[in-house]
């Protein structure tokens, strides 16, 4: 009698890269044979929300103190909010410096959200109080004169990548919430700006805000866009003035 064979079980590509980050391990690797090869200030740069259809893209980079470990860093997406509400008030408690930028909604639409991404990501090292001489960064490189190493799944590999990624999460989770009582249709308190049912079916039924991108697909396909909020024109009208 032939033996019955399991189905293979059909996975999603996010579902798949998912798996493939749990069974990642978060390690001082990358750090230590930079440290080896000279480097001492070592900063870890990651980025928040591509993949979102609204508001901002956020970076963060880090120096942590190669005295003090900072237990359960890993890749930001992997741990819940609560979580990564403990770890991040730890990391910026206790790294030598860290620093965070972000590029708007406007912006992404006019570079696009690769190109967003990697400024964010300059902007973040830029601003870092105490100057580091080597980076480890989540996949890209970035246009600035300092030895890099960028790492694929970097923030699930690199302890200093991850703590970027930890604290560029919960200050764009911040930062989108805020808006939630402005435009509450959108459930942006809940999914943050990305595509669930409900933001979807929301898109569809009302209409951008202002302060979804609107070069995303799910929001260029979806109706005529919403008033735009009076603040808004005010600063346009100030920006237009100052030029």
Known sequence: ??????????LSASAAKLR????????????KSAWAS????IAGVDEVGRG??????????IILDPAYRIRGLRDSKLLPAERREVLSGRIREHAIAWAIAAVDAARIDQINIYQASRVAMREAVA????????LLIDALRIDIPVPQQPIIHGDALSASIAAASIIAKVER???????????????????KGYSTPRHLR???EHGPSPLHRQSFAPVWNAPVPQDVLAFMLEHE??????S
């Open 1 to 10: 009698m032939p033996f019955k064979t399991k189905p293979q079980e059909k």
């Open 202 to 204: 929301a898109l569809r």
């Open 38 to 41: 000279g480097a001492q200030l």
């Open 173 to 191: 989770d911040r930062l989108v919430s805020l808006w939630d009582p402005v435009f509450p249709v959108y459930g942006l308190a809940s999914n």
């Open 52 to 61: 979102s259809l609204f508001g901002p893209v956020v970076a963060a980079a």
């Open 20 to 31: 493939l980050l749990k069974r990642l391990r978060c390690t001082l690797r990358f750090e």
């Open 127 to 134: 601003a870092l109080d105490t100057a580091p001489d080597y």
């Open 237 to 242: 009208e100030e920006r237009a003035a100052v």
